[in-house]
């Protein structure tokens, strides 16, 4: 067992959240308190979608000539090399459609469509794990032919092989991980913030941000007043947002951002947020004066899971795609654009010899010791959901 499986068994025991990439703002979507009851009710009865004790495992066809692949902005090569491996390998045209900026947002916009069986053309779509295990209960994805997995079911890490909600990984495959924290401009803080509440430092009103997406947030401002994400109360919880929210009131907080906190970060508008691990290491790349840090009170840890919706027209060919990217040689270039935490064996030896720099990078391929001071947005039920997601949608302005 690799130091990354040793402390991931510990930590992905629930659902966990998605980084947020770019501002709300999807017409149609529902109400929070409605997506945390549509989340408890179970499959619906009315549509087509099934439960998965229903449902049949996808059957051979030949390969297709197209395929959708639906994802967040910014999670492939630049040049799409992997996509064009892929078209080259299979003869299939990709439709690689970044059409995914918030996982609430996306199950608004596919509500309708999936709850009839209706995948809107879609063949894959990537969601943060409590929205992929949302999309299993509602009976809205396609259960996997694991004869037709074989790169996946051998390379895929151990810690990830058996999440709660998809103990079998029928139902989902990792995409990537990534840890939100505190990211940092070296060269504008007085001294290496070391806690959370450096966020909150008055010599640095007007240039802090923080994320929309609650969990990372409030989880991380949560740890830091001394509460465990992983089995906190709601009070606890509200006690964060209440200080959010008091430094969001005074100008503390210039914004709460999605992904665009990478231009204000790199005009120097905000000089400490809270953000992404894998956007870190990318805005190093052209600032050697940005840092990334995980609290000393934690950090918190998401995996994104590729699904096949209900209606996907080339379910099949779909399954070829997700094995496809579970080859390590492929995987490596993913990881090497990206930067998150890679969820194949044998990536960090191939980048050890190409990009060396990466193969050593803790935010890639973090070690026990990183790991350690990371943790997970714990399950909540719908009323908790409600509760908190109104108060926190109340601090954001949104």
Request: proline letters at 5%; charged letters at 30%.
């Amino acid at each position: 067992m690799t130091p990354i499986d040793g402390e991931l068994e510990r930590l992905l025991r629930g659902p966990l959240t998605r980084r947020r990439l770019v501002k709300r703002g999807a017409a149609g979507a529902l109400s929070l308190s409605a997506l945390a009851y549509l989340a408890a009710c179970g499959p619906r009865t009315g549509g087509v979608a099934r439960s998965e004790d229903e449902s049949e495992v996808i059957k051979k066809e030949r390969i297709a000539d197209s395929l959708y692949f639906s994802n967040w902005p910014y999670y492939i090569e630049e040049d799409r090399g992997t996509l064009k491996e892929f078209e080259k390998e299979y003869g299939t045209k990709v439709k690689y459609v970044e059409e995914i900026n918030d996982n609430v947002e996306f199950f608004g916009q596919v509500r309708q469509q999936y709850d009839t069986g209706d995948s809107g053309g879609r063949d894959i779509h990537v969601v943060s794990d409590w929205m992929a295990a949302r999309m299993k209960t509602l009976g809205y994805v396609q259960r996997f032919d694991k004869s037709e997995l074989p790169n996946a079911t051998k390379n895929l890490i151990p810690s990830l092989k058996s999440p709660p909600f998809d103990p079998q990984r029928e139902y989902s495959m990792p995409w990537q991980s990534g840890i939100g924290g505190i990211i940092y401009l070296k060269d504008k803080v007085k001294r290496e913030p070391k806690s959370v509440d450096d966020l909150f430092d008055p010599d640095y009103k007007g240039k802090v941000t923080m994320l929309t997406e609650m969990r990372d947030t409030v989880g991380v401002v949560a740890a830091s007043l001394g509460a465990d994400p992983e089995k906190a109360s709601v009070d606890e919880f509200m006690e964060a947002i209440d200080k959010i929210g008091e430094a969001a009131d005074s100008g503390q907080i210039r914004a709460f951002t999605g992904n665009e906190y990478i231009k204000d970060v790199a005009k120097g508008d905000t000089w400490l947020l809270i953000g992404w691990s894998g956007d870190a290491v990318q805005l190093k790349a052209d600032n050697p004066n940005v840092e990334f840090l995980v609290p000393e009170t934690g950090g918190h840890l998401w995996t994104d899971n590729m699904q096949i919706p209900v209606g996907a027209p080339h379910a099949f060919t779909a399954q070829k795609m997700i094995d496809f990217v579970y080859r390590p040689q492929v995987q490596a270039d993913i990881a090497e654009y990206v930067n998150y935490i890679c969820p194949v064996e044998g990536v960090q030896e191939i980048l050890a010899e190409r990009a060396s720099e990466l193969a050593t990078n803790q935010l890639i391929f973090p070690d026990d010791e990183t790991l350690s001071k990371a943790f997970i947005f714990r399950q909540l039920n719908p009323d908790e959901e409600r509760q908190l997601d109104e108060a926190f949608q109340k601090v954001i302005g949104a």
